[in-house]
């Protein structure tokens, strides 16, 4: 076991350094992105649409682990800017695909310059073996989060 009551510092848990790091990376993100009218979050999202091809909503949020009301709320804003469509599924009228417009399109490539820019930052000091190190524990953790996940829903029914 990593963690011990008698050695646990909340300040050195790498889940409070996630924690930590993703809300300076969104406050950073969308200060860098006021200017052009988005949030961090808003472009999360289109880039998603754009390279899941077509994704619903509930992929969306599964995507980015948030709920489904405050994926929805993203997704009416950004309906509203008239940056996406809700396409209704020609094999399955239940279903409601979702699509980037032209307009959103042109939002992304012209901001991912300064996405990559920022990413590139924020690696500053990173060798490519700690990033991929980095990457490689991230996503244990994450399929164990998923496991976890699906152990809670078994146990609901």
């Not at 032209?102 to 700690?130: R, S, Y």
């Amino acid at each position: 076991m990593i963690y011990q009551p008698s050695t646990y510092k909340p300040d050195e848990s790498i889940f409070f350094l996630i924690a930590r790091n993703q809300l300076m990376f969104e406050r950073i993100g969308d200060q860098r992105l006021k200017q052009f009218g988005i949030s961090s979050s808003q472009l999360r999202v289109m880039i998603l649409i754009d390279y899941l091809n077509s994704p619903t909503a509930s992929q969306i949020a599964a995507t980015v682990g948030s709920n489904a009301a405050a994926t929805v709320r993203t997704l009416d804003r950004l309906e509203k800017k008239e940056w996406i469509r809700r396409i209704r599924s020609s094999q399955d009228r239940r279903v409601i695909n979702l699509t980037i417009t032209p307009k959103a399109k042109e939002i992304i490539d012209q901001l991912m310059p300064h996405v990559f820019e920022f990413l590139n930052n924020a690696l500053n000091g990173v060798t490519p073996d700690e990033f991929s190190t980095v990457k490689k524990v991230l996503g244990i953790i994450a399929n164990n989060h998923l496991h976890m996940l699906e152990a809670m829903q078994v146990a609901k029914v």
